[in-house]
């Protein structure tokens, strides 16, 4: 029996490998497969939510690295990960989304002669110095199959030299669980637990590093969002590395009530947030797409996104992270003229399928 390991690390992956995972059920008498988690996050908040909000199986291996430099994550991943290949011998390792832990068990596995899939390639912002960015371009370079989300990422692949044949254009595995769990987000109480009525308050997410680890960004940022609270509830779920800083920087101080600073939610709770709001505003990758998908207008406070999709066809709007660019996109929507959207070709909810059938067919080859 051949065997397929898939890696999770940190919060954005779970929802990639979930339904990869049910839509392999179809190939239990063909191959066994098997997740790795590598510890990157560690919070229950951050990870053991997930497992039960999208039902996945809780992984064979974890390896525990925690959190620390680049170098010292990579390195901790890579040989975590290098000692499961030993002892699973997998035949194909799949890969998913942009952090330290997608490179790093590329690395490995590749380097090992093992067929690596990336799940969510091509994806470009043309920004060195995100560390996604770098993530990105090194684990497309060395990947065997590249599975991609939207037409931007087929173009960026081709342009970098890989073959058409090595490219899969199969939608979004990410919105694949958003349709999933949808209907379980219809009964959750965490509208309620916050204390927030439907359509009445904008849902904030930041954790970009160009966001939070400068101390007058974020101070500048979590004034904005004060004086979006005068007018119309903020909930913000705050990340941990933001937390850390508005902690270290002592910033959480005479903030109005309105504006509700929580701990990172659940999957099926946050998705309820999501799709009861006003507007969202991040600086996240995930939340750009799952937005596009629910039809709620989204404020990106980055220079640059590599979801465009999102931006060309869908609710999201990109705008410099500075107060007045933020404040006014904001208040655009709030009086009403939200961007309408389209949900983009192929995020149906059927991505997974399409990977499974794909890489089933590799393992005969
Ligand atoms: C990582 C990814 C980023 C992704 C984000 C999703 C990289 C380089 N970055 O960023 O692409 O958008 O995850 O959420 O891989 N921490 C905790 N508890 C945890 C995890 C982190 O307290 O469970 C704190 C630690 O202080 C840590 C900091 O957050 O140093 C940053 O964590 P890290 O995994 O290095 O990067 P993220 O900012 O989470
Ligand atoms: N998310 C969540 N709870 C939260 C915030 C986000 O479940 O409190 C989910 C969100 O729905 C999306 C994923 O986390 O599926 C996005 O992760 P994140 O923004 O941390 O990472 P990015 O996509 O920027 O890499």
Redesign the pocket.
């Known amino acids: 029996m051949k065997r397929v390991i898939s890696v999770v690390?940190?919060?954005?992956n779970f929802m990639k490998v979930a339904p990869i995972h049910r839509a392999f059920l179809a190939y239990a008498g063909a191959f066994t497969h098997d997740i790795v988690h590598t510890g990157?996050?560690?919070?229950a908040?951050?990870?053991d939510a997930f497992f039960s909000d999208l039902d996945m199986p809780q992984p064979t291996w974890f390896l525990g690295v925690?959190?620390?430099s680049?170098a010292e994550?990579t390195a901790k991943v890579m040989t975590g990960f290098d000692d499961v290949l030993t002892k699973a011998n997998p035949d194909y390792v799949i890969v998913v989304?942009?952090?330290?832990?997608?490179i790093a068990c590329a690395l490995t596995s590749v380097k090992r002669g093992i067929r690596t899939a990336h799940v969510e390639a091509g994806l470009r912002s043309f920004d060195r110095s995100?560390?996604?960015e770098i993530?990105r371009l090194a684990t497309d370079a060395i990947c065997d199959d590249l599975f991609v989300t939207e037409d931007s990422a087929v173009r960026h692949l081709l342009s970098e030299g890989h073959s058409a044949s090595s490219i899969h254009f199969v939608g979004n595995t990410m919105i694949d669980s958003l349709l999933w769990a949808l209907p379980a987000s219809e009964s959750s109480t965490i509208l309620s637990d916050v204390g927030v009525q439907e359509k009445s308050y904008v849902l904030v997410t930041l954790?970009?590093?160009s966001n939070?680890d400068h101390r007058d960004q974020l101070a500048m940022l979590l004034g904005v969002l004060a004086e979006i609270s005068k007018s119309c509830d903020v909930v913000f779920p705050i990340?941990?590395?933001?937390?850390?800083h508005i902690m270290d920087w002592n910033l959480a101080q005479n903030l109005p009530q309105n504006l509700r600073l929580i701990e990172p939610v659940g999957y099926v709770d946050f998705l309820a947030l999501m799709n009861n709001a006003q507007l969202v505003l991040t600086d996240?990758?995930?939340i750009q797409e799952e937005t596009t998908a629910l039809g709620i207008p989204c404020v990106t406070a980055r220079t640059t996104t590599e979801r465009p999709v999102t931006v060309e066809q869908g609710t999201n709007v990109l705008v410099q992270p500075t107060a007045a660019e933020i404040r006014s996109a904001v208040q655009q929507i709030l009086d009403g003229s939200g961007k309408h959207g389209n949900r983009p070709d192929l995020w149906d909810g059927r991505a997974s399928d399409r990977i499974a059938a794909i890489i089933a067919d590799k393992l005969t080859e």
Request: overall charge positive.
């Open positions: 690390g940190a919060r954005p990157q996050h560690y919070d908040r951050m990870s925690g959190s620390g680049h994550q989304g942009d952090v330290n832990s997608t995100m560390p996604e993530n954790h970009r590093p939070v990340h941990p590395r933001t937390r850390k996240s990758g995930g």
